[in-house]
């Protein structure tokens, strides 16, 4: 892949995820009967939150930020110092994220979260607003690791939470791990400990790392079934299913041997209050759109479900896929906060995995350092 096409991918996926999360934002608890009766039988076709047209995101994306300086400085950690924890610095990362909500954080590394000295992001007054914070992710977080010193994971259970929450933040995995799935579900796992809670964000990580590396998105769901089904130790039928649901139900409505709307096909896969709702909503509308960005993110928000999460993540998908130039200018250029996604966009097309690892020298990163602290 050249360097022109790799890089629209990742700004594709990053503009995307929050571009669909502030078109859905206003709507997300909204009847599609309400939406269709206020913006008419097409329901949104762009911003509404404010009167002069520009579009703001949500949790989703914030989380989505701090997910992607939590892996920048997970791997900025592991080449100066030679020790990294994938999940006491995602931990930090989420601390900072829960910081900047306004939330009393308790942790005995209170200097690694607080803003002095500790990189960007946090800094960034923006993100300083509650944009409707997923209560499990908070309740998660609250917890006071100065007693309980255990995180959330796979191997230790601290809610029965199956919400978006963990799923809608890992899609920049792909641009960080050579085993998305594996380092997707750790993540999820910090604040989501039901299975569904996190391995669907291992499959959602797997589709996106594939459509990143060129495979079409039928192609790269399949893929990530497969390596799931036969590489994993994973009970993961009940998420298949549904993906296979979804790519029926797509299948069947773009040769038109079903007579239902895309709608009503959403509705059938569920409201995506739910990780696998959301992902196989998710991958059904990024299949029946799969060359129409704004057709496909449109179509994401406009249901009677968690508009916001379908709406990011299939901007997510559909960004990577088709890259940077299928999405509308005037969605990025009235995007509130459009210079955060692109400054860390830029950031991740410096410090991927494999841009890090081509240094000979740990000590060539120490530029960095200011910019994301090892923590």
Known sequence: MNDENRNSKIRGCIFGGA???????????????????????????????????????????????????????????????????LELVMYHAYQRWMYTQGEIVKSIYYEKISPKNNGWLINEPLLHKRRAPGLTCLASLRRDVRIDRELGSLDYKINDSKGTGGIMRVAPVA????????????????????????????????????????????????????????????DCEEIIEILQEAIQLAKEYKDGSISLTVQECIEQLGGGWVAEEALAITVFVSLVYEN????????????????????????????????????????????????????????IIEKTYYRFNSYNNPRELDSYWERYPGW
């Not at 009847?31 to 579009?55: L, P, R, T």
Request: charged letters at 15%.
């Open 19 to 85: 571009i669909g999360d502030a078109l859905g934002a206003p709507i997300e608890f909204a009847s599609y009967e309400s939406i269709v009766q206020k913006y008419g039988k097409d329901g949104i076709d762009g911003y509404v939150e404010h009167s002069n047209g520009f579009g703001e995101f949500t949790d989703d994306t914030q989380l989505t930020l701090f997910t992607i300086e939590g892996l920048i400085r997970f791997i900025i950690r592991g080449r100066c110092k030679g020790i990294s924890s």
């Open 292 to 347: 129409n960005f704004e057709n496909g993110v449109l179509a994401a928000v406009n249901h009677s479900g968690d508009s916001d999460t379908t709406g990011s993540m299939v901007g997510q998908l559909l960004g990577v896929w088709l890259g940077i130039k299928t999405i509308p200018q005037k969605w990025i250029d009235n995007l509130i906060g459009s210079t955060i996604i692109e400054s860390i966009s830029k950031d």
């Open 175 to 234: 641009f960080f791990s050579p085993n998305p799935f594996s380092t997707a579900i750790q993540i999820a796992a910090l604040t989501h400990t039901h299975p569904l809670g996190y391995l669907t964000a291992g499959f959602f990580a797997e589709i996106i790392w594939n459509c990143f590396e060129g495979d079409t998105i039928i192609d790269s769901v399949m893929k990530t079934i497969s390596l799931v089904r036969n590489e994993s130790n994973f």
